[in-house]
């Protein structure tokens, strides 16, 4: 089983950066798809970025195009989501997960194993 420790949030002034973090335990991360999630109050858990691992595909929900890189670091074992130019509307827990190789889009219903979340708060 795949466990992950997320690092990185936090509170950040609009226009901030911060840098998540996502460290994976159990299995080698080059059998998974990896992605990251967030989830604001009384919202559906939604997809911001993911990566397909049989093509290397990747996924960005509209709204952070342009803004978020999702990233691996094999060597480490871990991934990470590089956001930029926050906005109050970023604001939200943030979950890394992993799926199956082959995933149909950045859905959290076909993310198996995930993170324990992380805030982030996107404020002056």
């Known amino acids: 089983q795949v466990q992950f420790v997320e690092s990185g949030g936090g509170l950040v002034q609009p226009g901030g950066s911060l840098r998540l973090s996502c460290a994976a335990s159990?299995?080698?991360?080059?059998?998974?798809?990896i992605g990251w999630f967030r989830q604001a109050p009384g919202k559906e858990r939604e997809g911001v970025s993911c990566?397909?691992?049989?093509?290397?595909?990747?996924f960005y929900a509209d709204s952070v195009t342009g803004r978020f890189t999702i990233s691996t670091d094999n060597t480490k074992n871990t991934f990470y989501l590089q956001m930029n130019g926050l906005k109050p509307e970023d604001t939200a827990v943030y979950y890394c997960?992993?799926?199956?190789?082959?995933?149909?889009?950045?859905?959290?219903?076909?993310?198996?194993?995930w993170g324990q979340g992380n805030q982030v708060t996107v404020s002056s």
């Open positions: 997960a992993a799926g199956p190789l082959v995933i149909e889009s950045c859905s959290a219903s076909s993310f198996r194993y």
């Open positions: 990566f397909r691992r049989t093509d290397t595909r990747i």
């Open positions: 159990g299995y080698t991360l080059n059998y998974y798809s």
